[in-house]
């Protein structure tokens, strides 16, 4: 079993979402894509943007349409999603988007990108460390990472919840209490959190919030789902 399935098989999960399934590992769509597009606005649009573990590739797709002349890659390690991302590509005749597959903790491109992000994806990567000096490595000089991640406040929110996910959790959350547990494992035992300390001790440059620079309304967990950038000197 590869490591990405330890906690949730992911390719099965996109080999078998339906519509439900894809708004619910959607949170790009619903959470980030505008202040990503306001940030943008403000710091200049790079010319190229990597996004990874894009699922359904809201980000990814939201930055090539408003910026057709930036090159954009969505990476995943889900090869279901890639496909149905790649169809998108070819039906609505994208010519600045490609989807590859990787699989962090690890993050190799062939080229840099000025901005590269990752949402709500480093809560299933137990190498979390690895996985951010992979991604900061993939920055050019110049750009900057942006991330969410789970911190201190999920870890102990979620230890709350997986003592009782029937009571947490109804028919309509995105999360399946029965699996809940085993889902968020490495947040509930702390392999798979950051925080600003952390993420500065790894890459020796403190993250800033969005929220510090976005007029965008914070969604209601941006306590603990902090979204931040990492410019790179
Ligand atoms: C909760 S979804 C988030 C999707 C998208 N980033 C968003 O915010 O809407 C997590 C995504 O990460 C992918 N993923 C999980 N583990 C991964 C890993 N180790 N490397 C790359 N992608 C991974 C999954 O296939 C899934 O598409």
Redesign the pocket.
Same mark, same amino acid.
């Given at each position: 079993m590869a !490591?990405?399935e330890q906690t949730l098989d992911?390719t099965t999960y996109?080999e078998e979402a339906g519509e439900t399934d894809r708004d619910d !590992?959607?949170?790009?769509?619903e959470y980030?894509v505008s202040p990503l597009l306001e940030l943008f606005e403000q710091r200049g649009v790079p010319s190229s943007y990597a996004?990874?573990?894009?699922?359904p590739g809201?980000a990814v797709f939201a930055v090539a349409d408003r910026y057709p002349e930036t090159t954009v890659v969505g990476?995943?390690? !889900?090869e279901p999603?890639l496909d149905t991302n790649r169809m998108r590509v070819t039906q609505e005749d994208y010519d600045n988007v490609a989807f590859e597959q !990787?699989?962090?903790p690890s993050f190799a491109p062939e080229r840099q990108f000025e901005v590269v992000s990752s949402?709500?994806?480093l809560c299933?990567?137990p190498e979390i460390e690895q996985a951010l000096q992979a991604l900061y490595d993939a920055v050019e000089p110049g750009g900057y990472l942006v991330l969410t991640y789970h911190n201190q406040y999920a870890q102990s929110m979620f230890t709350n919840i997986a003592k009782q996910p029937h009571e947490y959790l109804d028919k309509d959350s995105a999360w399946n209490p029965d699996h809940f547990a085993e889902r968020f494992a490495g947040v509930i035992e702390g392999n798979s959190i950051l925080s600003y300390r952390k993420i500065h001790d790894i890459l020796g440059v403190w993250p800033q919030s969005l929220w510090s620079v976005v007029e965008t309304e914070r969604y209601r967990a941006w306590r603990q789902n902090p979204l931040v950038f990492v410019p790179k000197p």
């Open positions: !490591a990405y992911w996109w !590992a959607d949170a790009s769509g980030i996004d990874v573990g894009c699922g809201s990476y995943d390690a !889900a999603v !990787a699989v962090l949402f709500y994806t299933y990567v």
